[in-house]
T-cell receptor, first 114, second 118 residues
Framework: NAGVTQTPKFQVLKTGQSMTLQCAQDMNHNSMYWYRQDPGMGLRLIYYSASEGTTDKGEVPNGYNVSRLNKREFSLRLESAAPSQTSVYFC?????????????FGPGTRLTVT | AQKITQTQPGMFVQEKEAVTLDCTYDTSDQSYGLFWYKQPSSGEMIFLIYQGSYDEQNATEGRYSLNFQKARKSANLVISASQLGDSAMYFCAMREARVRGGSYIPTFGRGTSLIVHP
């Protein structure tokens, strides 16, 4: 059982380049999330998707776009990378509308923008 | 204002001793859930323990317990008999019963780094 998978694990981009971070889950969860983690800042929500076909902005959406391709997959796109987007990115999934259900996280993508 | 406050950026504990990691939260909801996650140096996020706002007893999971004081809005994590493998970042999170876009969105604290000394 793979859980939540993310690709790539590491990426270095030059300013202005674009890339897509891929995420997939095999737990039949409806809700999926993208976070960024910066030192001393905890996890900040970029975008989330409550169910297939819906996406919503989180706390720090500027500079990012997302696609909920199907129930399993939720991708994050950086159209024009900036050094401020250097971070570790986590994808997570969870059951729909269950307060008590924890999130399952992917292994993270470490992105450096030079 | 932060919804989740973890005031201890770093904590040290001797192996086999107990340690308490603080977490206070801010909500006006009656129904909410509190979570603790562990992030070892390898980077993955691991769920540890959950406490519901209506749960009368403190949650326990093995060596982890949650000291839930509702009136004080605190949800401290207690790790008993610390082990070297407990060295990690620990995050407190809260889910309020407010549906945004069809989902309960959790809010995370900034984390506490725990180092266990041999």
């Amino acid at each position: 059982n793979a859980g939540v998978t993310q690709t790539p694990k590491f990426q270095v981009l030059k300013t202005g380049q674009s890339m897509t971070l891929q995420c997939a889950q095999d737990m039949n969860h409806n809700s999926m999330y993208w976070y960024r983690q910066d030192p001393g800042m905890g996890l900040r929500l970029i975008y989330y998707s409550a169910s297939e076909g819906t996406t919503d902005k989180g706390e720090v959406p500027n500079g990012y776009n997302v696609s909920r391709l199907n129930k399993r997959e939720f991708s994050l796109r950086l159209e024009s990378a900036a050094p401020s987007q250097t971070s570790v990115y986590f994808c997570a999934s969870s059951k729909h509308r269950d307060l008590s259900y924890e999130q399952y996280f992917g292994p993270g993508t470490r992105l450096t923008v030079t | 204002a932060q919804k989740i406050t973890q005031t201890q950026p770093g904590m040290f504990v001797q192996e086999k001793e107990a340690v308490t990691l603080d977490c206070t939260y801010d909500t006006s909801d009656q129904s909410y859930g509190l979570f603790w996650y562990k992030q070892p140096s390898s980077g993955e996020m691991i769920f540890l323990i959950y406490q519901g706002s209506y749960d009368e007893q403190n949650a326990t999971e093995g060596r982890y317990s949650l000291n839930f004081q509702k009136a004080r809005k605190s949800a401290n994590l207690v790790i008993s008999a610390s082990q070297l493998g407990d060295s990690a970042m620990y995050f407190c999170a809260m889910r309020e019963a407010r549906v945004r876009g069809g989902s309960y969105i959790p809010t995370f604290g900034r984390g506490t780094s725990l180092i266990v000394h041999p």
